[in-house]
């Protein structure tokens, strides 16, 4: 079956040092993939996604690149902030086309706390 | 444009009672998915309902069930309540049925603690 997994947590940093968050997948089809982020007590909102190989997605000041040789689509960010303080998920879907199928498979998510 | 809400915000029963947890999907979406986030946990997807017919499960057994209404919002029926279902249940609707990825919207969650 389709999986997603996520580097080990807590991250924790300073403000301005340079994030990573590993994501590797495993997929039974062609996933599209996404970083979603969940702030406390809120739901969850999306970040950023990429449909197929070599896109890069990005918002914010957040990129990850759809790599399918390695089947990975790491998080990062130059210089974090406080306000990123959060817990970042990993998700893939696969893509079914037309009236599509839209279970989201996510990873099991990574917690990051940002230090002034 | 409204958001995706959840109605209630948090709920405490007792084991082999029932719930239902309710969902209004956001204007112009026609799809719900259900997915339970135990603590510490990802999203796991319970199922999805598409024109208010459900298009999709996930391993979940029966006692979890749900219903959508002609407007588009949810319901999530469990019933037989066991301890292990104490969760954040997370609603998200989108518009499917078209080319491409739709981007799924969540809600904030039902908190549900069974005793």
């Known amino acids: 079956g389709d999986s997603v997994t996520q580097m080990e947590g807590p991250v924790t940093l300073s403000e301005e040092a340079f994030l990573t968050i590993n994501c590797t997948y495993t997929?039974?089809?062609?996933?599209?993939l996404f970083w979603y982020v969940q702030y406390p007590g809120e739901g969850l909102q999306l970040l950023l996604k990429?449909?197929?190989?070599?896109d890069k997605g990005s918002n914010k000041g957040f990129e990850a690149t759809y790599r399918k040789e390695t089947t990975s689509f790491h998080l990062e960010k130059g210089s974090v902030q406080v306000s990123d303080s959060a817990v970042y998920f990993c998700?893939?879907?696969?893509?079914?086309?037309?009236?599509?199928?839209?279970?989201?498979?996510f990873g099991q998510g990574t917690i990051l706390t940002v230090h002034p | 444009e409204t958001g995706v809400t959840q109605s209630p915000t948090h709920l405490i029963k007792t084991r082999g009672q029932q719930v239902t947890l309710r969902c209004s999907s956001q204007?112009?979406?026609?799809?719900v998915s259900w997915y339970q986030q135990a603590l510490g946990q990802g999203p796991q997807f319970i199922f999805q309902?598409?024109?208010?017919?459900?298009?999709g499960r996930g391993n979940f057994p029966p006692r979890f069930s749900g219903l959508q209404f002609p407007n588009y919002s949810s319901e999530l029926n469990v019933n037989a309540l066991e301890l292990d279902d104490s969760a954040l249940y997370l609603c998200?609707?989108?518009?499917?049925?078209?080319?491409?990825?739709?981007?799924?919207?969540f809600g904030p969650g039902t908190r549900l603690t069974v005793l």
């Open positions: 204007s112009g979406h026609n799809t």
């Open positions: 998700a893939l879907r696969i893509n079914a086309g037309g009236t599509s199928y839209g279970k989201l498979t």
């Open positions: 309902y598409y024109r208010e017919e459900e298009n």
């Open positions: 990429a449909t197929k190989a070599d």
């Open positions: 998200a609707s989108s518009r499917e049925g078209f080319y491409g990825i739709n981007e799924q919207f």
């Open positions: 997929a039974t089809g062609y996933p599209s």
